[in-house]
């Protein structure tokens, strides 16, 4: 089956993020850093600074200098400097993007890491099968997303997934405190939406999103019982159902017969090699109980669950079929396109595993341990967010200031070629720099891609450049 639609995002384009400067804003999410020393939290602002300037450049290249780039690895290799407080500055500074919601999109999903350049890593896990012999790790990371605008507001956690498979052991490397063993690695979803949870202020209301990999009866259990949240699971067992009519069932089987709600349609991108076409889908709800696995005496009781089914029409080759399961409402069709849609801003986290991969090259890094690269990975895990932002306030409708996205002296020569600029959003900002890329903006393309921002970039930073050198 298809595994979903990318009608609100293009693939990210790898060539294009390897110059992307994102440094200041990036240094903003550092500053309230807290590892017992102020000199620790300026280097990580000035660390921050330097690869953000150009996140796909080695560190050398990035640093520009030895002595920065010595001080970079020293401070990756520091024992005070720990990557959970560089993520939970970021979190403090993330904090003022969410307040005045009153709910938050909480995606999660896991990326493997390899280290092609450096194999002989140390501290790496077993991330093969049967038949490869392969190291790594496994990053579980859970990100925030406005439920409205669909852009990801930060990372909220992350989990270093390390497995010795002889030895049939997981645990969460932990950044510099002892390792957390894992009973499963199921266990990675509720740890994630727990510190999620636990995060937020009470009044914003978290709802899960998360992909076949969380299907699980344990997990719904504990979100229902122990979390004041929602979720959205896309099912991936056709598991034992109750109906509401009384009747045993499968879930699966029994949602092909659920009344239809409507039709509508999304925009499937080019990719994988798949044509871009317009998906025309049947729009199908309903409620049932998912029975307790029998072979799981920890769980009696029932838990209630509502049901939206997606069916592509017409398409013979790979077609759409989701099975949604969900706590929100599903009464009306408008509340089950609501849950398709909040379902869909799960593809926010998979391109920002790709920025972070291809972006800002993460797995070519070659510090000589893990413990050093997680410390690494929470910085890039940052740049990769800003990175997609970048993108995101050239799609978007809200409005933001320009100052998220350029320095004074590019907004200045923008202002000066476009004049109609001033006094307008981030967005029309974007625009403009994608038009200086080679970006129509006729009423009938697409947002512009990557190609068109990056090229526009690119040549007003060297107009901004040789503006600042001559003044």
């Known amino acids: 089956m298809q595994s979903g639609s990318r009608s609100r995002r293009a693939d990210v384009e790898e060539a294009e993020l390897c110059q992307t400067d994102v440094s200041g804003t990036v240094r903003k999410e550092f500053k309230s850093a807290e590892f017992g020393d102020e000199r620790l939290t300026d280097r990580l602002m000035q660390v921050g600074d330097r690869l953000g300037r150009c996140p796909a450049e080695s560190i050398p290249n990035a640093c520009e200098d030895w002595a920065s780039t010595k001080a970079t690895y020293r401070f990756c290799d520091n024992e005070r400097v720990d990557p959970d407080e560089i993520l939970s500055a970021h979190k403090r500074e993330q904090r003022s993007r969410v307040r005045d919601t009153e709910e938050l999109l909480v995606i999660s999903d896991t990326t493997e890491l390899v280290f092609p350049r450096h194999p002989s890593k140390e501290g790496l896990g077993d991330i093969g099968n049967s038949t490869t012999d392969l190291e790594g790790v496994k990053v579980h990371s859970t990100i925030g997303v406005d439920p409205q605008t669909h852009r990801m507001t930060g990372v909220i956690d992350q989990q270093s997934l390390i497995e010795d498979q002889q030895a049939s ?252 600029l001033t006094d307008n959003g981030a967005k029309a900002y974007a625009i403009a720099v994608a038009k200086i890329g080679g970006y129509l903006d006729r009423s009938s393309h697409p947002p512009p891609g990557w190609e068109t921002m990056w090229k526009g970039l690119k040549t007003l930073q060297t107009w901004a450049e040789g503006y600042e050198l001559h003044s």
């Open 169 to 420: 052991t997981k645990h969460d490397a932990n950044g510099k405190g002892e390792p957390i063993e894992l009973e499963s690695e199921q266990k990675k979803w509720i740890r994630g939406d727990g510190q999620a949870s636990d995060w937020l202020a009470e009044e914003i209301r978290p709802i899960f999103i998360h992909d076949r990999g969380a299907d699980a009866f344990a997990f719904y259990r504990e979100v229902t019982d122990d979390l004041d949240a929602g979720f959205i699971v896309r099912a991936n067992q056709n598991r034992c159902i109750q109906t509401p009519s009384g009747t045993d069932g499968r879930l699966i089987d029994w949602s092909e017969d659920l009344p239809e709600q409507g039709h509508t349609s999304i925009g499937i991108e080019q990719g994988n090699e798949r044509e871009a076409r317009k998906a025309e889908l049947i729009v199908k709800a309903g409620s049932c109980e998912l029975l307790p696995p029998k072979n799981d005496p920890t769980h009696t009781e029932p838990i209630e669950v509502n049901v939206v089914r997606i069916d592509e029409r017409g398409e013979q080759d790979d077609p759409i079929q989701w099975v949604l399961l969900t706590t929100e409402s599903v009464a009306t069709f408008s509340d089950s396109l609501s849950v398709v849609e909040s379902y869909r801003a799960r593809w926010t986290i998979e391109d920002w595993h790709k920025v972070l991969k291809s972006g800002c090259r993460i797995e070519e890094r070659q510090l000589e341990t893990w413990d050093r690269m997680e410390v690494l990975l929470s910085v890039y895990s940052v740049i990769a967010w800003k990175v997609l932002e970048l993108r995101e306030l050239a799609r978007g409708e809200s409005h933001h200031s320009p100052d998220v996205l350029l320095t004074e002296t590019e907004r200045s020569i923008l202002e000066t070629k476009f004049p109609e």
